[in-house]
């Protein structure tokens, strides 16, 4: 068996606000529709963050307890990344998408298959529904680079690490 690679494997799309109607599955009209934006080749690999972050920790021992005892509380969850700018206006997608702080939308990943690839039943994705920050800009790195800003999500209830893609509408 070979390992997972994620050369050109991850896909990641945003999603507008009432673009998906079951987080647990979302169907393939939905996340391949014209509003959909897919922001693959849009997101620098350096500093993206989507995914858990780690569980908060309950400890409540019983009065009989010889020591603290725990278990995992609520799931925290990070989302943010660094897009490219560009030139023209009609390619600047992130910055006339992310225009400011409160909209919402999803966050939908793919890992394991093309980013080129349309979304198709059966694929396994993960769906974060988030509300955007504030878009900043990010300082040129001193050896020159690309214009780049930032935009860092907050994570709402309801995110499915492992849904799967219906067929239709």
């Known amino acids: 068996m070979g390992k997972m690679l994620s ?3 991850i896909k990641l799309v945003w999603v507008p606000e009432s ?3 079951s987080l647990a599955a979302p169907t393939a009209t939905e996340l391949n529709a014209g509003t959909v934006v897919d922001l693959s080749c849009l997101v620098a690999k350096s500093n993206y963050l989507l995914g858990a972050a780690g569980d908060e920790s309950i400890s409540d021992p019983a009065l009989c307890d010889e020591g603290n005892t725990s ?3 609520n799931t925290n969850y990070e989302a943010g990344m660094d897009f490219f700018r560009y030139e023209d206006t009609g390619d600047d997608i992130p910055w006339t ?3 400011g ?3 919402d939308g999803f966050l939908v990943e793919r890992r394991g ?3 080129s690839e349309d979304f198709a039943a059966a694929d396994v994705v993960a769906v974060f529904p988030v509300i955007t920050g504030t878009p ?3 300082p040129v790195p001193e050896n020159g680079g690309y214009e780049k800003f930032r ?5 709402q209830s309801g995110v499915d690490l492992r849904a799967v893609v219906a067929a239709g509408a």
């Open 101 to 103: 702080k409160g909209i």
């Open 19 to 21: 673009g998906i109607t």
């Open 97 to 99: 998408t992310f225009t």
């Open 7 to 9: 050369q050109a494997n």
């Open 113 to 115: 298959q093309p980013f």
């Open 151 to 155: 935009v860092d999500f907050f994570v």
């Open 136 to 138: 900043r800009a990010l």
């Open 71 to 73: 278990v995992p509380g």
